[in-house]
């Protein structure tokens, strides 16, 4: 590990792509975020406890949710393609051969169906947002973003929308999450925040 860490958060909405209903303890994973192709191309990543890691990846609650979640040395920060890095999103239900037990349900349906799906990936876009905790308002806070650009406020649209869903969902006022800690205080303390819509195939 070397420098101080910064968090970074990718909110995923998995659902079925053929009945649009939520799919509980399907696997996200961030597999590569883009940097310039002169500092290696792909932004090395860090587990919570500061070691390095090849991709960050959560499992989704009965929502639908999953956060994926990651730590990030903002030495890089200005190795960014632009201030809006891309990255690929995968949503799956097998991993090397390890397989996951996806449970389909209705949106407030409590009947629950196991099924198979296959793997997606699609490009999204992170953005850098000055407080990251202003995301454990259910994305109602007002956002900081290091850029205002239309691809961050229809983020931030996103992240309320998952949120205020999820906390429905699950019967709170407001969505509870617990993010990672940093491991110590950087001079520019900047999160990767972003948030995807995946729509997994059934087999």
Request: net charge positive; with cysteine.
């Amino acid at each position: 590990m070397y420098g101080n860490l910064n968090p970074g958060l990718m909110i995923c909405f998995l659902r079925a792509g053929d009945t649009g209903n939520v799919l509980e303890n399907a696997k996200a994973t961030v597999p590569w975020i883009q940097t310039d192709q002169t500092f290696g191309g792909n932004l090395p990543i860090f587990d919570k406890d500061g070691r390095s890691v090849w991709t960050a990846s959560a499992v989704s609650d009965s929502s639908g949710v999953a956060f994926v979640q990651f730590l990030w040395d903002p030495i890089h920060i200005g190795h960014f393609i632009d201030e809006s890095p891309m990255a690929i999103v995968r949503g799956r239900n097998a991993d090397q051969g390890e397989t996951y037990e996806i449970k389909e349900r209705g949106t407030f349906a409590d009947t629950k169906v196991s099924r198979s799906f296959v793997a997606t990936g699609i490009f999204k876009r992170f953005h850098l947002c000055v407080n990251l905790g202003q995301v454990l308002s259910s994305g109602k806070g007002e956002f900081q973003f290091k850029s205002g650009s239309g691809s961050a406020i229809d983020a931030l649209k996103l992240i309320q929308r998952i949120l205020e869903f999820r906390a429905k969902i699950k019967g709170e006022k407001i969505a509870k999450l617990q993010i990672l800690k940093v491991m110590r205080p950087s001079v520019e303390m900047y999160s990767l925040v972003g948030a995807v819509e995946l729509n997994l195939t059934p087999v």
